[in-house]
């Protein structure tokens, strides 16, 4: 089964429908694109498509096209002729925009195997390919937090059709179906909801090891549990802190609505104390 | 019931794949790569498995996973280490194997994995393109080009390859985690966390579909109030990055290291501003 799954997350299309492809004449700017690998290791970069979006996309170079989802195409409109459906405007995250591009709107059988059990992480709705991808030199540093796309002049020629015997992509497709029916048996729900984390109000500083309290906002929930300037805060959850980077990662998942137990040193004293999580950053 | 089924699905992955070892080279230098481009859009490597080959391999971003066909695996004599065997062998699967010396052109990357098989995909490709470019074997996929700073350019047919120490976590063990998760009664959300103190409050109703999000309230004295930012102003990006939602605001600043100054883009009063702001330390 791990190998279906493994089978099921290569990003690898045949090809898409027939006819040619217009281009825009570069420019000669770097964008910094912003991504994030996938827990597939897949990567994920934003995008708009008629002004509409975000969703999700995944850089493929095993694609010979920008490919979407069929809800996806039908929600942000296009015009489909002969196989490939034309938009008006792509937009990718970090300032980039593409004009009329040109898409096969289709149900690939990895998205839909992998957004079925939620395996990405989030939810995924279609792969930019070849046709995109070939009017830039991309730059990939996964130390880094961003692409670097730059334009280059390069008419890419469209991409050829293969056919493969069986006229799919000889038998993957049952995959995403076979990963859809057992996530359903499963009880396997994805859950793609993302929560703001929870606020404090204080402004922190670490000094010679200790952790201490800078500023606290007024009304905030750190001033509402009693909180001062010049605390040291010792642990937080029971775990006991060394730097600011402790506590940050300690709060990391609370969301708004969770609280938070601290204990911190005032002058001789050490106290405990529980923070209601609020709204705000 | 469901439980069991669930369990069911779990126990094949119970065993993973033995995580790469990824080491840099001492001195990092850029190699360049030509690459075939195909007429279907793909692109093809050449590449050698210990020194063996070379071989035809599609070089595919898409891909977590290393493939090479049964055929390259038996020529370069890995098909005999293959480890993890699966019980009933669909297309042609024989395992994993890792690879100590795998190079695509010049570029050498040691200890990548790769799954043996015969992809249906790759199959149909081979027999496209055999007549002209050789049989075509595998795909290149995230295991090798992971280790490397990695730029793909169509016009010139090239990519260039420079080692950055990236150490890249196995992608079946990530798989693991993620359905193991799942499998208590709730999956649980993500929390998206800011990396410094900002002194705002955001806020967006349900029915508005518009891009950015709305400020509720600035902290007087705080970064945002230092950076320019106002009361009824409409954030647009952080970053770059877009905010058409709280969340992805939130995400955005997840980036945004304190001390370091960012740029954010807002509306107000119709006209795109732009202004910096450094969050502090704190949350």
Redesign the interface.
Known sequence: ???????G???????PAKAEEKKDPPKATTY?V?YRLT?????HV?V?INGK??FNF????????LFMTEAIAKKVGGKTEDGWTTFDKLDI???LSIDKPRGVAVDMFQLKGMNS???A?VELHG?L???V???F???????E??LKWTP???K??D????K??NGG????EMIGTLTQV??M???????F?????G??G?????KSNELIV??V?AGSPADKAGLKVGDRIESAKGKSLSS?QD??EA?????EGTSLKLSIKRGEDTKDMTVELG??? | MKKLLATLLLLPLGVCFVRADEKSLEKPKTQTVKFELVPSGHFIVSVKLNGNGPYNLIFDTGAPTTLITPRIAKDAKLAGDAKDKPLIPLFGMMGQVKVKEFSVGDVLAKDVGAMIMEHPTVKAFSQEYEKKYGSIDGIVGFPFFAQFKMTVDYSTKEMTFTPNGYKASDVMQDLMQTMMSSMGSKPQPRVAAPAGLWGMELAKSKDDEADGVDVKAVIAGMSSDAGGLKTGDRILTIDGRWTDSIADAYTATSYAKPGKPVAVVVKRDGKEVKLTITPKLGL
Do not use: C, W
């Open positions: 089964m791990k190998y279906l799954l493994l089978l997350l290569i990003g690898l299309v045949l090809s910094d912003p827990d597939t290791k897949h990567i934003r708009k979006g975000p995944i850089i493929d170079t095993g694609a010979p096209a995250e970090g300032g059990m939620g395996l992480g792969v390919g070849y046709n991808l070939a009017r030199k991309i730059e990939y540093d996964f130390n937090t961003k280059v002049d390069f890419a020629p991409p050829m059709r293969i493969d015997k992509q000889g038998g993957l057992m996530s048996l499963g009880g396997l729900k994805p859950n909801t993302v929560h703001p984390r606020f404090i204080a402004e922190l500083e670490s800078k500023t906002l600011s506590l940050l709060v990391k998942k609370l969301p709204k705000g950053l």
